[in-house]
């Protein structure tokens, strides 16, 4: 069955990969992709969606750009992992295709209403912030929604940001608590996921031996963020966090974890877009999402290898 999905990014060079592994899958129909600020503002992320569909030869995929900032607070970014323009590593030409002239959220919800039941499933690959708005503006559009599947959250591996906080979930914590909260069908790939997906050197070999331009990107983009990565975690590669929620929908097998509670912690301010995780069920709290807690790493490159090979 192919799914019908809006990915919704801060590119992000993981970020590229993900919507790379989903424009090469005839597992997933990609209705369209929703930029919002994150990793860098919106003006970058909104062009790199654009870099990356154009690489992967799609310049037909609709690109729109959303919020610019989160629900409550003042934009953080991630230059620091992810480079000045956010796909820091490769010379990248600007894209040529357009940018869609509706703000993301106004599509997402026209999008929304207008299908039937079920039939879309959310991708989430940045801070929640979009679809917050979304839901928030018109709650009717849950009943559209099949699932979300979001990358953000660690419980086990702690944060990346902070100590407990990923930065997702950090940068729009009123947003992931919406979300969170929303009743909707949630699974979600936390650090605990991605800290185990590492770009190792002989996976990254396999991108750069494909001898193609999507196999060279990819193989730079991932050089860069590395350095950052490695240096932080003393790893020998970087986790490459937002192509697991793509994974998923092609592969869920690759993927395990457990149906439990998780709150978003949105006052104090030492432990602020922490992801309570009530993996032990000692809370009593109803559970809201399905958690996952490991991952076949292998098995997941080796899909992101045969797929991006085919463009
Ligand atoms: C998440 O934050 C971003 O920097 C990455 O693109 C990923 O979505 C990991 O914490
Ligand atoms: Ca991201």
């Known amino acids: 069955m192919t799914r019908n999905i809006i990915i919704d990014t801060d590119p992000g060079q993981d970020d590229a990969v993900a919507i790379l592994l989903a424009l090469s899958s005839p597992e997933v129909n990609v209705l369209g992709i929703t930029a919002v600020a994150g990793n860098v503002p919106l003006a970058l992320?909104?062009?790199?969606?654009?870099?990356?569909?154009?690489?992967?030869?799609?310049?037909?995929?609709?690109?729109?750009?959303?919020?610019?900032?989160?629900?409550?607070?003042?934009?953080?970014?991630?230059?620091?992992?992810?480079?000045?323009?956010?796909?820091?590593?490769?010379?990248?030409?600007?894209?040529?295709?357009?940018?869609?002239?509706?703000?993301?959220?106004?599509?997402?919800?026209?999008?929304?209403?207008?299908?039937?039941?079920?039939?879309?499933?959310?991708?989430?690959?940045?801070?929640?912030?979009?679809?917050?708005?979304?839901?928030?503006?018109?709650?009717?559009?849950?009943?559209?929604?099949?699932?979300?599947v979001l990358m953000g959250g660690g419980y086990f591996e702690g944060g990346n940001i902070t100590p407990v906080a990923e930065f997702n979930i950090y940068v729009d914590p009123e947003a992931a608590d919406i979300v969170f909260k929303s009743g909707l069908k949630l699974t979600v790939m936390p650090l605990d996921v991605t800290h185990k997906a590492l770009t190792t050197k002989p996976r990254v070999d396999a991108f750069r031996a494909m001898g193609t331009e999507v196999g060279r990107m990819t193989a730079e983009w991932t050089d860069f963020f590395e350095r950052f990565d490695k240096e932080k975690y003393g790893s020998e590669g970087a986790p490459l966090h937002d192509p697991t929620v793509i994974a998923y929908l092609i592969r869920p097998e690759l993927f395990s974890g457990r149906h439990i509670n998780v709150e978003i912690e949105t006052t104090s301010d030492l432990t602020l877009g922490m992801t309570v995780a009530d993996w032990w069920g000692v809370s009593g709290r109803e559970p809201n999402c399905m958690f996952m807690g490991d991952i076949d790493a292998d098995g997941f490159f080796d899909l992101l290898a045969e797929r991006l090979a085919t463009l």
């Open 45 to 148: 992320t909104q062009k790199n969606a654009r870099i990356v569909c154009e690489l992967a030869g799609k310049p037909e995929t609709l690109v729109f750009a959303g919020c610019d900032a989160p629900l409550a607070r003042p934009l953080v970014t991630a230059e620091h992992v992810h480079g000045k323009t956010g796909l820091d590593g490769p010379q990248l030409a600007p894209p040529t295709m357009p940018l869609q002239d509706q703000h993301a959220v106004d599509w997402m919800i026209d999008t929304l209403k207008a299908a039937p039941d079920n039939l879309i499933t959310l991708c989430t690959l940045g801070p929640l912030t979009n679809i917050a708005t979304a839901l928030t503006r018109a709650p009717e559009i849950k009943s559209a929604i099949a699932e979300i």
